[in-house]
């Protein structure tokens, strides 16, 4: 790991290295741990499948075709929730299937839900870039939203509510520890932006946080907070560490063009990472912020 400030090793000791899991896939993506089964889920986003690993039997399909699903979360009752490209919606897994969330906002068909995180009221915040809709990762499409937005689903409600409108590819997102604070990663700009969250889901701020250097392939992308509330982003040429002062406090090089990444292990020290073709782990010193852990206990 490139340390830049001391801070980072002691979130990453110095010489820990990613362990690649599993293989021999197209683009990976959204990866989510179970606190209770103890399995990570993640998808093939090109190769329109999604997947569940186990240490003891590995890689096994868990549903295929997936609708070119992309980002996962578990919700409040422990309920799998998918961003769906193809069909342009936000589903929930139930016993016969997805189920629609949320799949329009005004009458008018979302983008393509791409990220999302859950609140510990039960909102849904998840990001709607265009980034499906373009040919073998769900599309083609034509944009029916005038905006890239960020939107909130609040809880049984069956309409999103849009909270932010100005960024050009909002992707991967993630909620402070203390959920005063929403950060979103602008795929297009190249940079992570920090939005207040008040009263009522009020949004205000949206400056940017940092800026990652173009030091590799790959762009701003999936978020996680640890609970120091450092930012840990997949980016450029792999995963960036910062604060929420805006201190790059590290870069680990990753083999491949990292996406997105997920805290796991019954102790959340442990970063699964998706990355093109394959699927790594990282042991890290600190602990994850990860709110559907308490699901476990």
């Given at each position: 790991m490139r340390v830049f400030e001391r801070e980072a090793e002691?979130?990453?000791?110095?010489?820990?290295?990613?362990?690649?899991?599993?293989?021999?896939f197209e683009f990976t993506e959204g990866p989510v741990w179970d606190f209770r089964a103890g399995h990570l889920t993640?998808?093939?986003?090109?190769?329109?499948?999604?997947?569940?690993w186990t240490e003891d039997r590995g890689v096994v399909v868990h549903r295929s075709p997936s609708d070119f699903a992309n980002g996962l979360a578990y919700d409040l009752g422990g309920n799998?929730?998918?961003?769906?490209?193809?069909?342009?919606?936000?589903?929930?897994?139930?016993?016969?299937?997805?189920?629609?969330?949320?799949?329009?906002?005004?009458?008018?068909r979302l983008n393509a839900p791409n990220d999302l995180v859950v609140a510990s009221d039960g909102s849904i915040v998840f990001t709607d870039p265009h980034y499906g809709l373009t040919e073998g990762f769900g599309g083609p499409?034509?944009?029916?939203?005038?905006?890239?937005?960020?939107?909130?689903?609040?809880?049984?409600?069956?309409?999103?509510?849009?909270?932010?409108?100005?960024?050009?590819?909002?992707?991967?997102?993630?909620?402070?520890?203390?959920?005063?604070?929403?950060?979103?990663?602008?795929?297009?700009?190249?940079?992570?932006?920090?939005?207040?969250?008040?009263?009522g889901w009020r949004i205000s701020g949206g400056g940017v946080l940092v800026e990652l250097p173009a030091e590799g392939e790959g762009v701003p992308d999936g978020l996680k907070f640890d609970e120091r509330g450092n930012v840990f982003a997949t980016g450029p040429g792999g995963l960036w560490l910062c604060t929420l002062g805006g201190t790059i406090l590290g870069h680990l090089p990753m083999p491949e063009v990292t996406s997105n990444l997920a805290w796991g292990d019954d102790d959340?020290?442990?970063?699964?990472?998706?990355?093109?073709?394959?699927?790594?782990?990282?042991?890290?010193?600190?602990?994850?912020?990860?709110?559907h852990r308490r699901l476990a206990s």
């Open positions: 002691a979130l990453i000791g110095s010489g820990t290295e990613p362990e690649r899991l599993a293989e021999g993640f998808v093939d986003l090109a190769g329109n499948a999604m997947y569940r799998l929730l998918s961003c769906e490209h193809r069909t342009r919606r936000l589903t929930r897994e139930t016993s016969e299937g997805p189920a629609t969330v949320v799949d329009r906002y005004r009458g008018k499409g034509e944009q029916e939203q005038p905006v890239r937005g960020v939107y909130r689903v609040p809880p049984g409600a069956d309409e999103p509510e849009l909270l932010i409108d100005d960024l050009d590819g909002p992707n991967g997102l993630a909620l402070s520890p203390d959920e005063r604070l929403l950060i979103v990663a602008d795929s297009e700009r190249s940079h992570l932006r920090s939005f207040d969250i008040g009263e959340a020290r442990t970063l699964y990472l998706t990355a093109s073709t394959a699927v790594y782990r990282l042991r890290c010193s600190t602990t994850g912020h990860a709110p």
